[in-house]
């Protein structure tokens, strides 16, 4: 059940975020920068924090794990390493999103642009002002004109071929 658990809240957020995903991109860079940061700092005050993200792993790799109870005590560091990893956190994503505010947001999926550019497309092809008759009138019946020749392309014009 423990798995299932975590399955679940793993997916759930993944799941709200789906639709905004420039937010969860910047949610997700600044979990990750602020817990990668914290498991240092963690390391060099020899405080039990790290334990517990080793626990989370262990029972992942080993099947067995969670017979085991290894509970390491929750110091005064630990707290302290907390609080600031959710400092980091707050101020990691104020400052990203004031720096996304004045940015284009992300580009919408190559699938989604090309059905743009095909809805487009189809909508200047039925367009009124084209004409009906294509290439076919070149002239009046009063002042008939001599057909178009192709246009250049590939060589220089005037050179003998």
Not at 53 to 65: G, H, P, S, T
């Amino acid at each position: 059940i423990f798995w299932l658990v975590f399955v679940c809240l793993l997916f759930c957020p993944t799941l709200f975020f789906l639709a905004f995903t420039q937010k969860a991109s910047i949610i997700s860079n600044v979990s990750l920068g602020a817990v990668t940061l914290i498991v240092c700092i963690d390391h060099y005050t020899d405080s039990n924090l790290k334990f517990t993200f080793k626990n989370v792993l262990n029972r992942f790799i080993y099947a067995e794990f969670g017979e085991a109870v290894k509970c390491p005590p929750f110091q005064r560091n630990d707290l302290i390493l907390v609080t600031c990893l959710l400092g980091v956190m707050v101020l990691g994503l104020v400052c990203q999103l004031i720096i996304e505010r004045k940015k284009a947001p992300f580009p919408p999926a190559p699938f989604q642009q090309w059905r743009w550019a095909r809805s487009y497309a189809r909508y200047q092809d039925n367009d009124e002002n084209t004409p009906l008759i294509r290439d076919e009138v070149l002239g009046t019946t009063e002042a008939p004109s001599a057909p178009m020749p192709p246009p250049v392309v590939g060589y220089i014009s005037g050179h003998p071929g």
